[in-house]
T-cell receptor, first 116, second 115 residues
Framework: EAGVAQSPRYKIIEKRQSVAFWCNPI?????LYWYQQILGQGPKLLIQ????????DSQLPKDRFSAERLKGVDSTLKIQPAKLEDSAVYLC??????????????FGPGTRLTVT | AQKVTQAQTEISVVEKEDVTLDCVYE???????LFWYKQPPSGELVFLIR??????QNEISGRYSWNFQKSTSSFNFTITASQVVDSAVYFC????????????FGTGTRLQVTL
């Protein structure tokens, strides 16, 4: 089966600009996660969707970050305006209650964001 | 709240040496899952193993082995006869009992294997 797709793979922007990342989960996976991985740290959950509803967004900086999953499939994560400290890799993951590894999270390749 | 600690920031070994990566976790749940992931330079997280809190049996998969000890809240990972291709950052992670709960990651251990 096709894995989790993310685009773009790399993005360089200046501070105060806006940026959007896209994620296409594995087909049929109802749960979608966005993680932020700052250099030298482990990934940290930003937001979790179950279909098109938000399950957990407690660590999402809502003054500048937003995410949506309108049709319960693809998702977009947006940052507006970006700050220097937003430089990180943004990882998307998805999971399903069925399949060979139920509830396990499959990760995409990530989008590396550099804010200058 | 759950927490995962990987005290080793970076380890360097020579090929064919054995190496153990340490992981200590904290959780109040009695049911939880522990994971190890590998992150090569390409950046993608590669799943290595999952262990649930009721299964303390050690596991071996080829050159990889895992030692889970609830008494010390540790889930250590050993690579036997390391190879250059093992060079990567390794993350230990914890998921609490909710079936679709988030993963809490440690800060990772960078393993460098040289010839």
């Amino acid at each position: 089966e096709a894995g989790v797709a993310q685009s773009p793979r790399y993005k360089i922007i200046e501070k105060r600009q806006s940026v959007a990342f896209w994620c296409n989960p594995i087909s049929g996976h109802a749960t979608l996660y966005w993680y932020q991985q700052i250099l030298g740290q482990g990934p940290k959950l930003l937001i979790q969707f179950q279909n098109n509803g938000v399950v957990d967004d407690s660590q999402l900086p809502k003054d500048r970050f937003s995410a949506e999953r309108l049709k319960g499939v693809d998702s977009t994560l947006k940052i507006q305006p970006a700050k220097l400290e937003d430089s990180a890799v943004y990882l998307c993951a998805s999971s399903s209650p069925s399949g060979t590894r139920p509830y396990e999270q499959y990760f995409g390749p990530g989008t590396r964001l550099t804010v200058t | 709240a759950q927490k995962v600690t990987q005290a080793q920031t970076e380890i360097s070994v020579v090929e064919k040496e054995d190496v153990t990566l340490d992981c200590v976790y904290e959780t109040r749940d009695t049911t939880y899952y522990l994971f190890w992931y590998k992150q090569p330079p390409s950046g993608e997280l590669v799943f290595l193993i999952r262990r649930n809190s009721f299964d303390e049996q050690n596991e071996i998969s080829g050159r990889y082995s895992w030692n889970f000890q609830k008494s010390t809240s540790s889930f250590n990972f050993t690579i036997t006869a390391s190879q250059v291709v093992d060079s990567a950052v390794y993350f230990c992670a914890l998921r609490e009992s909710g079936t679709a709960s988030k993963l809490t990651f440690g800060t990772g251990t960078r393993l460098q294997v040289t010839l």
